[in-house]
């Protein structure tokens, strides 16, 4: 074991893993706070250069540049209300309200930091837990999923600050979208309307780039400059993390462990552990109406949430060749390529090579500190820049961005008419992120629901006959009578006035 | 060290050349192709297996031909955009793309006007057959076993996946069933999001069978989870010696499988068409692309440019009868 670990560090510290490493950051987190490129694009756009590397470098480049791209995803989410990924959408909202009171530094340090002690918690679970969390992924079949991508809308609700039924109404729109295409279990094309281009059906990521940033663009240019942010020096961005890990540790904690067991799922992921979290957060909170008006407690667990899911999963991808995200089919992609083979002679035959992919892991969440504040002061220079200047360059951005996808003007035609639709949706009190959220979970819940029908002949009681189904189920269920219990005992307790939460 | 030198004086002459022609001073010989970029377009998204085999030929033309040969992924549209544009490229060589198994399918389904007739062959470099996959819990440890009985049991019982509705996997399956004689949705298709999930599904007791590639299940079969029964393919894959074919362990002599190769627009010049394949065949035949090919898992299989015409019109018909007998096809 410790000549394993003496091997791998020799495996990376070398001058090509160092640099690899180091310039793969910089443009993880360049790419990822850029609104309209995401994660994923940045870790595909790597493949070709890994060609040139070493096994070793080359899992570096995407080991570092995959996880500063989801933190940094984060950072125009938290200063223009643009979140860079699905997964910083569940809490874009909040991290804004903290930088218009203010908080900026606040918000984007406790970004960074429960980013790193998130990724840091997965990586340890994927050293310690990697087998027997393999075993909860293969103990996943459609029924399960399908709970679980039912929970994962319910989240819509929650989250929202609006009122409930705008949200459902908003993440139906989005279970709409999600049926466009022929990616169905039918493989049958629907609403495509003889169009080439929707045959795939609209990707989370355009969507998401149109209803936040054109969006934006769009109200900037509708309405009068907001008071600006008063100048002062921006703050230290680490003061008062330590303070809020000990004040909301338990949360860093339940977020730390709902991130893990998503993130081994494979095709859950980091963007449903940050909806869940942030939803969860929300539920068990002490102070559940400070939420959405600039409360960190929220920010603290998902963002531990999402980081952990990143390294978590890679366990079954390493294990079994399935990936848990798209990151993770690109990581395989280059494994393979680089003679790693998944599979669990690589935890045995290449231990030194697996350990190295840790410390990898580890280092990155590390260094992600110094060079992601390095990034928060760069980017926050955006809130003082005038507006007339900052929204040109993030349609541009956009505008790039979509296109890049597929190499297309439809990815560019998508964006725009999802900013037309986020502007009108937001415009009326209907909350963007939970279509965004329906368009995420449409394909999955579909997808769950008809296939396990498919194999249980048509019988719904499977649903409820395997175990962890049947958890799963009695929570969703448990979830969605809750809110009627509690009306019903009220009403029959004489009718107190329900308190006014809504905004 | 010599390669390198070939290749600089390579570049060199080659842009001396266009400079000339951008004087206008056109030498009387026609400039030899390729003069400028080529472009690889490749239908599907960057990292997934088709990527990677595009751009290791990519990269190895470029070094045997002297020009960049740039990959550009034109996703979307399950496959078809980016078909569609090496279809409507130019076809004047600057612009070639990789196929794969689908182009001989959607335009069954009525998905696109589009079939291997739409394109100038140039070269066939890879081809996966299906295996026949069961969770290492599954009773049946032979083919035959496992045939017997599905041959046994009620019409829909079994549960099979493996890619999507009408997939390659799934024709796979139904051909399979063909040759035994049975109704093409004897065993149930469950479709997915591919492989992986499939054998993910498969390992979680949800499944009975999948019938992937070997390469996509080997990770869950060295796991010990899951164990492959039969390849439907008329030769073993080296790289897994003690699965069976179809035709050693039953005796039905039926095999496909999804192929990758490399074609232009429709009415690319003859001496251009012929280049390229001879650079193919080098690249082909080189380590780096061999040894790429076995990392993956890939088998390579070559076929020039009338072969790899043969062999997708042959596909195309095969194809055509499954799709019709499993009710997938509009045509």
């Given amino acids: ?503 | 060290m010599s390669k390198k030198i070939t290749r600089r004086a390579f570049a060199a002459s080659s842009a001396a050349a266009a400079a000339v022609a951008g004087f206008g001073f056109k030498p009387a010989l026609a400039q030899a192709y390729p003069a400028r970029p080529v472009t690889v377009i490749v239908p599907w998204g960057a990292g997934g297996g088709t990527d990677a085999t595009a751009r290791i030929v990519a990269a190895l033309l470029e070094k045997d031909l002297g020009q960049p040969f740039n990959v550009v992924n034109r996703t979307g549209g399950s496959g078809v955009v980016g078909h569609s544009a090496i279809a409507t490229a130019q076809p004047d060589g600057y612009t070639i793309g990789m196929l794969t198994v689908e182009i001989s399918m959607m335009h069954w389904q009525g998905l696109t006007e589009l079939g291997p007739k739409s394109y100038t062959p140039l070269a066939l470099m890879n081809e996966d057959p299906p295996g026949i996959q069961v969770s290492s819990g599954s009773p049946y440890k032979t083919v035959k076993e496992l045939a017997d009985a599905i041959k046994a049991a009620p019409a829909g019982k079994f549960k099979a996946s493996g890619t999507g509705q009408g997939g390659i996997w799934h024709l796979a399956l139904v051909g399979w069933m063909q040759a035994m004689g049975l109704a093409p949705n004897h065993v149930a298709w469950v479709p997915s999001n591919g492989a992986a999930p499939a054998m993910q599904d498969l390992a979680a007791g949800g499944l009975d069978l999948t019938t992937c590639s070997v390469p996509e299940a080997r990770a869950i079969i060295e796991a010990g989870k899951a164990r492959s029964l039969a390849l439907m393919a008329s030769a073993r894959n080296p790289a897994f010696p003690d699965v069976p074919t179809l035709k050693e362990a039953m005796g039905i002599d039926y095999s496909t499988g999804a192929w990758r190769g490399i074609a232009g627009p429709k009415g690319l010049p003859a001496d251009v068409a012929s280049k390229l394949t001879a650079a193919l065949k080098k690249v082909f035949d080189s380590k780096e692309f061999k040894d790429f090919m076995s990392n993956r898992g890939f088998g390579t299989v070559w076929g020039d440019a009338t072969e790899f015409a043969t062999f997708m019109d042959k596909g195309d018909a095969q194809m055509g009868v499954a799709m019709k007998a499993a009710g997938l096809s509009k045509a």
């Fill in chain 1, 1 to 503: 074991m410790l000549k394993t670990l003496i091997d791998a560090f020799a495996l990376i510290s070398t001058w090509e893993v160092i640099i690899a490493m180091f310039a793969a950051s910089i443009y993880g987190l360049v790419i990822g706070s850029l609104p309209g490129l995401s994660a994923t694009m940045a870790t595909a756009l790597l493949v070709p250069v890994t060609f040139y590397l070493s096994p070793i470098a080359a899992i570096a480049t995407i080991v570092a540049a995959s996880s500063m791209a989801i933190f940094s995803g984060d950072i125009p989410g938290a200063l223009l209300r643009i979140p860079g990924t699905p997964a910083s959408a569940a809490y874009a909202d909040e991290a804004y309200a903290m930088t218009r009171k203010g908080e900026a530094e606040l918000a984007l340090g406790a970004g960074v930091w429960f980013s790193a002690v998130g990724g840091i918690a997965g990586t340890l679970s994927l050293m310690i837990l990697a087998p027997p969390l393999a075993e909860i992924a293969l103990s996943f079949s459609t029924f399960e999923y399908f709970w679980l991508a039912f929970l994962g809308l319910m989240c819509a609700t929650l989250v929202a600050r609006s009122s409930p039924v705008k949200a459902i109404a908003g993440m139906f729109i989005g279970l709409l979208v999600s049926c466009i295409g022929i990616e169905n279990p039918g493989g049958v094309p629907r609403f495509t309307f003889g169009m080439t281009d929707l045959f795939g059906g609209i990707e989370p990521i355009p969507a998401l780039v149109g209803v936040f940033a054109v969006a934006q663009v769009m109200r900037a240019m509708l309405t009068p400059e907001p008071p600006p942010i008063p100048r002062r020096k921006f703050g230290s961005i680490m003061a008062g993390q330590w303070r809020l890990t000990k004040k909301y540790h338990w949360q860093m904690t339940r977020g730390n462990i709902i991130g893990i067991i998503i993130g081994v799922l494979p095709g859950a992921g980091a963007d449903m552990a940050a909806w869940v979290s942030y939803a969860m957060s929300k539920r068990f909170s002490k102070e559940p109406e400070k939420f959405g008006t600039g409360h960190v407690e929220g920010l603290v667990e998902a963002g531990a949430s999402n980081n952990a899911s990143i390294a978590s999963g890679w366990v079954p991808s390493l294990l079994f060749g399935i990936p848990g995200d798209t990151i993770a089919a690109i990581a395989i992609g280059v494994l393979y390529m680089k003679g790693l083979n998944p599979g669990p002679t690589l935890f045995t035959e290449k231990a030194s090579s697996m350990y190295a992919i840790y410390l990898m892991f580890i280092i990155a969440n590390i260094i992600m500190i110094p060079f992601g504040i390095v990034m928060i002061r760069l980017a926050s220079y955006v809130l003082r820049a005038p507006r007339s200047s900052v929204m040109p360059v993030i349609m541009l951005c956009c505008a790039v961005g979509s296109f890049a996808i597929g190499n297309n003007m439809f990815g560019v035609v998508t964006v725009a008419t999802f900013g037309i639709i986020g502007y009108v949706m937001e415009e009326n009190g209907y909350p963007v992120a939970a279509m965004v959220l329906g368009i995420v979970m449409g394909t999955m819940v579909e997808q769950a629901f008809v296939t396990s029908l498919i194999k249980s002949d048509g019988s719904i009681l499977p649903f409820f006959e395997r175990p962890i189904a049947a958890i799963l189920a009695a929570m969703a269920i448990g979830a969605l009578i809750w809110p009627v219990l509690v009306w019903v005992w009220r009403r029959l307790k004489g009718g107190a006035p329900a308190a006014a939460s809504v905004r």
